[in-house]
């Protein structure tokens, strides 16, 4: 149906053991080298996946959607003649893509700020070499699971930065999103900064179109001449406006909308009603009725990605929706996520807005605290806390397992959500997270100097690490699913904007709405209302009790020591009666498969291109401590 998704490992100017370049050959479809003659990039990708360039002694590559060809490419790389020169030579390339370069021994690689496209690292013997994909150095150094980590993503959505997203895998360290990986021929690495946010001092009137032009742009870019693009069109703003911008660019839609039955949804009447003004579109509908239920195929196994996805709940109906474009010649599709997200912040920015402008941040604390039913303690807490982010993360580790009446107190949140353990989460478990939190309380800095800012470019990270399974999930089928919203210059042009005027107590999403003003029906942009899928997400696990109630028996989340598993039990076994809402148990559920994919797949499938000798999971590349770095960013994070 599909194919391998592309990969890659990016080698050091030196020599590697000879067991590691062993490995990689086999299992390589490309190589290139450096200018000395090293191997520098081993994967597997197709001509449009990676795009190649040299000039001398400069190597370039961009890896994904981007809009520069071969051609442009190698005009850029003979601007460079350092490292420090490879992102102002890129200059405005927009897109989701990896940076890869050679320049006189030395080697950069970054991924994108969404942290859509990621870096991995690890120590091997020679070197440090790193990945597009965790689980390629993990085969490659046999290397064990994280406990820790692993622990983790049981906080799903509350994880703050930086445990976010780390490496599931002990010796393998992820770049934090927005830095880059210099690796030095001497064996030497650091990371560096290589984005930074823009001020947020654009009025509405300004950022408006700058959005409308991203957003543009990142979706002309996935359009191709007579092809069929295949896009959501759930009613809501964000799936709406790429399907209008995507007729503009000339795409052959074929767009689809889910009608769920919970009284007084009005998805479906949006989308028909945006349907009625995209003439040429093909517009399906799918009632839920007629959808493979909620949680279907929980014991089908596949190869797993980097770290557990929450899309298990739906995976079988996303499916049945994808087949559907496929069969009328879609060859990819768009979709919303991310627009929630990037397009408007988190309600903290009122924090730095009392502080800057006092009157107009009392006007907007009391509309959100009228909006969002704060208790008017917690919501002065919050206003006047000036506590810094270390202190604020440290203060979290004491209520890692709240109790649940303590969860439903409506309190504004300060630099970020509360991390979460669900109830069944073990005692052990608290204890390494706890763990994790103190040590990056110690050591790490916040991704932004205002708590609001951080949260906001938190927010659109979580986004774009989303962004990252649905591609990597859907490209083996056949239909690979592109998320623009998480491209850098859309997330850049919303950061650009006066955060009270990108999201405020009286309108819905005010920033995209001017961004799509006269292309967009008014109807549409004037929503407020948002639907949900609570009947059927009850009626799947109802359904699927037999499969849930194995699971509980032979829980991997139990044998790792993460999970509790008498409350595990009670809790797959009775959802109905939990209290905590059902993110929870979907972040616990999306764990567990994940352990149970993994355990079915050990070996990657993006290792194993016809032809190639398959990986043997009981060898084990030579793997030794990661060498000091030259740069403090992650000394003390989180793998």
């Excluded at 393998?172 to 999103?177: A, F, H, L, M, Y």
């Excluded at 009025?203 to 870019?221: C, G, H, I, K, T």
């Excluded at 993360?393 to 509360?418: E, H, I």
């Excluded at 084990?620 to 990661?626: H, V």
Aim: with cysteine; hydrophobic share 40%; aromatic share 6%.
């Amino acid at each position: 149906m599909g194919s391998a998704p592309t990969w890659f490992v990016v080698l050091p100017d030196r020599e590697i053991h000879s067991d590691v370049m062993r490995q990689l050959r086999q299992r390589a479809v490309q190589v290139v080298s450096h200018p000395s003659g090293r191997p520098w990039l081993v994967g597997a990708w197709s001509p449009d996946e990676l795009t190649f360039a040299a000039a001398g002694e400069v190597r370039l590559a961009v890896a994904g959607m981007c809009l520069l060809t071969t051609e442009e490419l190698a005009i850029r790389a003979r601007r460079v003649h350092s490292l420090a020169a490879v992102e102002s030579a890129l200059g405005k390339a927009h897109g989701s893509f990896h940076v890869i370069a050679s320049v006189g021994g030395h080697t950069y690689v970054r991924g994108t700020l969404s942290g859509e496209r990621r870096v991995y690292l690890t120590a091997v013997e020679g070197g440090v070499i790193c990945a597009d994909r965790a689980r390629t150095l993990a085969w490659l150094t046999s290397a064990e699971l994280d406990t820790a980590q692993l622990a983790v993503r049981l906080t799903g959505f509350t994880a703050p930065h930086p445990l976010a997203g780390g490496a599931l895998w002990r010796g393998i360290r992820r770049v934090i999103p927005g830095e880059a990986l210099h690796l030095d021929p001497g064996g030497q690495w650091r990371t560096a900064r290589w984005w930074q946010a823009p001020e947020g001092e654009l009025p509405l009137s300004e950022a408006a179109p700058a959005l409308r032009q991203a957003l543009r742009e990142a979706v002309a870019l996935r359009v191709r001449p007579g092809e069929v693009l295949g896009a959501d069109l759930s009613g809501g703003m964000d799936s709406t406006s790429l399907c209008f911008l995507a007729a503009e660019a000339g795409a052959r839609l074929v767009t689809a909308t889910l009608r769920w039955t919970a009284p007084g949804n009005e998805d479906h009447a949006y989308a028909q009603h945006a349907a009625e003004h995209l003439p040429g579109a093909e517009h399906l509908v799918f009632p839920s009725a007629e959808l493979p239920a909620h949680f279907t195929g929980l014991d089908d196994r596949r190869d797993p990605g980097d770290e557990p996805s929450a899309a298990l709940r739906d995976r079988a109906q996303q499916h049945h929706l994808a087949e559907a474009m496929r069969a009328r010649g879609a060859v990819r599709r768009l979709s919303g996520h991310g627009g929630d997200h990037v397009v408007q912040p988190p309600d903290a920015y009122v924090h730095g807005l009392l502080r800057r402008s006092p009157l107009v941040g009392l006007r907007h604390a009391a509309g959100l605290r009228a909006r969002r039913r704060w208790q008017l303690a917690a919501g002065a807490r919050m206003l006047l806390d000036g506590h810094a982010y270390g202190t604020w993360l440290a203060r979290t580790t004491g209520q890692l397992r709240a109790a649940p009446a303590r969860r439903v107190v409506r309190a504004p949140q300060g630099w970020g959500l509360q991390p979460q353990l669900p109830p069944w989460a073990s005692d052990q478990a608290v204890d390494l997270v706890g763990e994790l939190l103190r040590a990056a309380a110690r050591n790490v800095e916040p991704l932004a100097v205002e708590r609001g800012r951080h949260a906001w470019i938190h927010q659109a990270q979580e986004a774009g690490r989303i962004a990252g399974h649905l591609a990597y999930g859907t490209a083996a089928e056949g239909l690979p699913v592109h998320s623009p919203f998480c491209d850098d210059a859309v997330i850049n042009a919303c950061l650009a904007t006066l955060p009270h005027e990108a999201a405020t107590p009286w309108s819905y999403k005010p920033l995209l709405a001017a961004a799509m003003h006269g292309l967009v029906p008014t109807r549409v942009l004037h929503r407020t209302t948002k639907d949900h899928c609570g009947v059927e997400w009850q009626h799947g696990l109802r359904l699927h009790r037999r499969e849930l109630a194995a699971w509980a028996e032979e829980s991997r989340l139990v044998a790792s020591g993460v999970a509790n598993p008498e409350l595990l039990r009670r809790a797959l076994l009775s959802p109905g009666l939990l209290r905590g809402g059902s993110a929870e148990l979907e972040s616990t559920l999306g764990a567990e498969a994940w352990l149970r994919d993994l355990e079915a797949h050990p070996a990657p499938v993006h290792l194993c291109h016809p032809g190639a000798p398959q990986p043997d999971p009981d060898r084990a590349a030579p793997i030794r401590s990661l060498p000091p770095e030259h740069d403090n960013s992650l000394k003390g994070a989180p793998s």
